[in-house]
């Protein structure tokens, strides 16, 4: 797991009382959560409401927020100024309250005292503070304008226009109203995210960080471009835990990136690789950059099940992936890792077999026992921390260790409660007026009944919205904007939330904005640019499984084991085609007429109509016999074939 406090360079490096003052902060924000899910105050006799103990989790968050970012860069890194310390005490006087009070204040929502409004407008005004200070711009600024838009909605024209809302309504109902700022986001963030952030870093405490990277060294080293299949699987097993792709990029593309460099993968291809690995961790169960968790509380179906919906798809992804690092090793003669720098299998699973335990406890909790996911992520946490006093190295100073993984749980939920407390702000606003419905009927009206068109622009909506954006900000917002259009279209919920994550999460190695990609060229020492137009032709499979689902909902297990079959086969063809068509090689090199017969049959296999399909599979058949046909002939180049 990373630590923004090394990777992300806008944390304070705080000693003396501030530091001791923010280290029991963020100490408390995990402990919080882990009484609050293990129901502790059950056992004790009392009873809180859901919307008290967010109250404590976002007020925990705020002050850890205004002790550790600074409100600009040339703010003091080894001190906390008045003005922030003031900022703290707001923060947990204001959702301190919400805690003490909840039960009295949600009865006066209608009809608050002039306290309640003032409140409200100190806590909005804090959630955009430390929004601006840990994720950016970009997301107050949309925070605003709906807020604004809420207020001020009746002097806009045309679809656009609604009654808007008293000054006083809009702040109590964003404070105390729970489908605000005390709704879904904030508490999936404050139990589900908190949970499972705790097991990544209870798993690298333990040693379970270097054991995955053992596993997948062992694994892929050997083969042909055994560098890159190792950042591939590694990266994936990561980004899976963390839920941050340009976290994730600076962690493992620090070892990962110089290692397919020096094997003889290019700087540009390299950073691509790691990018485009790491942002399949946001697509790639179990947490998927934790939007599953909201996923399955919006659609209000199990998370098991959200999960199992998203294997598929995320299979796919990492096979395209996969395929054109294969193909690119073939072409530019990279050979796989020495053996003799690389751990035996035998040996990797003999030194750890351990670690095992807990995560088929885990998955044990969520798939069989199909237990609320917060707690069987708090209980796998216990396991873990268990099997890791079987390590001599684990059990010296085992007190201090805990207490920096609750320390380095609570950091790194910061960027997390920030985004999903202001994707609450964003609901009540939206929800005050009628501008999700009347979006969603503008996207309607412009498709034209098009549901591939209305595909396109929801792609494309994606896609713009979550460029600067933690993914969880941009699935809200999406959920809210856009998801009505298309279940009106006639496309299933999981579908269009599946489609709108991945799209979301393309964003990060899309250019103009692709920060995943931009953080690993900036390792690998090359032009960003590149590597981010690389990274979107290595990401193809995130780019066309989700229309593929829209259209064939069995890839995402609806449906009969026939209807589910009958939507795999040719959709896995279908990407390996393409994959084959923009890598320009198979079995050989691919001439241009070549690579678009590929194209073709990608275009047929992925296509919803049999003909279409049956059409794909002969092209597909008569490109591959006739590119091994061409084999014996080729004499593969060192040149790469990036530009390709």
Not at 183 to 210: K, N, Q
Not at 245 to 258: D, F, K, L
Not at 261 to 283: H, I, N, R
Not at 413 to 430: Q, T
Request: aromatic share 12%; proline share 5%; with cysteine.
């Amino acid at each position: 797991m990373s630590n923004p406090k090394k990777s992300g360079g806008k944390f304070r490096s705080l000693d003396g009382f501030g530091g001791a003052v923010s280290k029991v902060i963020l100490t408390l924000i995990p402990i919080a959560c882990i009484l609050y899910v293990a129901d502790v105050q059950t056992h004790l006799g009392f009873q809180i409401y859901k919307e008290q103990y967010l109250g404590i989790f976002i007020a925990l968050f705020l002050a850890a927020v205004f002790l550790n970012v600074p409100a600009v860069k040339s703010s003091s890194r080894d001190r906390v100024p008045w003005y922030d310390w003031i900022l703290v005490i707001i923060s947990l006087v204001i959702f301190g309250n919400v805690m003490l009070f909840y039960r009295e204040l949600v009865v006066m929502v209608g009809f608050a005292a002039p306290k309640e409004v003032i409140m409200g407008f100190l806590a909005v005004y804090l959630l955009f503070e430390a929004a601006r200070r840990i994720i950016g711009l970009p997301l107050v600024i949309i925070g605003l304008i709906l807020v604004l838009y809420a207020r001020f909605a009746f002097l806009f024209p045309g679809l656009l226009n609604a009654r808007g809302v008293s000054w006083k309504r809009l702040f109590t109902m964003l404070y105390l109203d729970p489908n605000s700022i005390l709704g879904v986001p904030s508490s999936v963030a404050g139990t589900m995210v908190v949970a499972f952030l705790l097991f990544g870093v209870c798993l690298f405490m333990v040693g379970g960080g270097e054991f995955l990277s053992d596993i997948a060294m062992a694994l892929m080293g050997r083969q042909r471009g055994g560098a890159a299949k190792v950042a591939v699987i590694a990266s994936g097993l990561f980004g899976s835990l963390s839920g941050s792709a340009s976290a994730n990029v600076a962690v493992t593309g620090a070892v990962t990136i110089p290692l397919m460099k020096k094997t003889g993968y290019s700087p540009p291809f390299s950073a691509a690789v790691e990018a485009v690995a790491s942002t399949g961790g946001l697509v790639m169960p179990p947490v998927m950059g934790i939007t599953a968790f909201m996923m399955a509380e919006f659609l209000g179906m199990p998370y098991y099940e959200v999960a199992l919906a998203a294997a598929i798809p995320a299979v796919l992804y990492y096979v395209a992936l996969l395929v054109q690092v294969h193909w690119e090793a073939v072409a530019s003669g990279i050979e796989g890792l020495p053996a003799e720098s690389l751990p035996r299998i035998s040996d990797v699973l003999k030194k750890g077999w351990f670690y095992a335990i807990p995560v088929a406890g885990l998955l044990y909790f969520l798939f069989v026992m199909h237990a609320d996911p917060s707690t069987a992520a708090v209980y796998a946490s216990g396991m873990m921390v268990a099997v890791g006093l079987f390590k001599k190295e684990v059990r010296s100073g085992f007190g201090l260790k805990i207490l920096k993984a609750l320390q380095e749980t609570g950091l790194q939920v910061l960027v997390v409660g920030s985004a999903c407390s202001m994707a609450g702000i964003v609901i009540g606003s939206v929800s005050l007026t009628n501008l999700g419905l009347n979006l969603s009927n503008t996207l309607i009206a412009v498709s034209g009944g098009s549901s591939l068109l209305l595909l396109v622009l929801a792609a494309a909506a994606s896609i713009i919205l979550g460029m600067g954006m933690p993914i969880a900000a941009t699935y809200i917002m999406l959920v809210i904007l856009i998801a009505p259009a298309m279940t009106h279209a006639g496309i299933p919920a999981v579908a269009a939330h599946m489609f709108m994550n991945f799209f979301a999460a393309m964003s990060f190695v899309t250019p103009p904005v692709a920060i995943a990609a931009y953080v690993a060229a900036g390792i690998a020492q090359c032009e960003p640019m590149k590597a981010g137009f690389i990274a979107t032709r290595l990401g193809i499979g995130a780019y066309l499984v989700p229309f593929c689902f829209c259209y064939s909902p069995g890839l995402l297990l609806i449906g009969s084991p026939g209807q589910v079959i009958y939507s795999v086969f040719p959709a896995t063809f279908g990407v390996l085609t393409a994959a084959v068509c923009l890598s320009g090689f198979l079995f050989s090199r691919l001439s241009p007429l070549e690579r678009v017969i590929f194209g073709i049959s990608a275009a047929g296999l992925l296509s919803p109509v049999s003909a279409f399909q049956a059409v794909g599979f002969v092209l597909a058949a008569g490109g591959a016999a006739w590119s091994w046909r061409k084999k014996r002939a080729f004499q593969p180049s060192r040149e790469g074939y990036e530009a390709a």
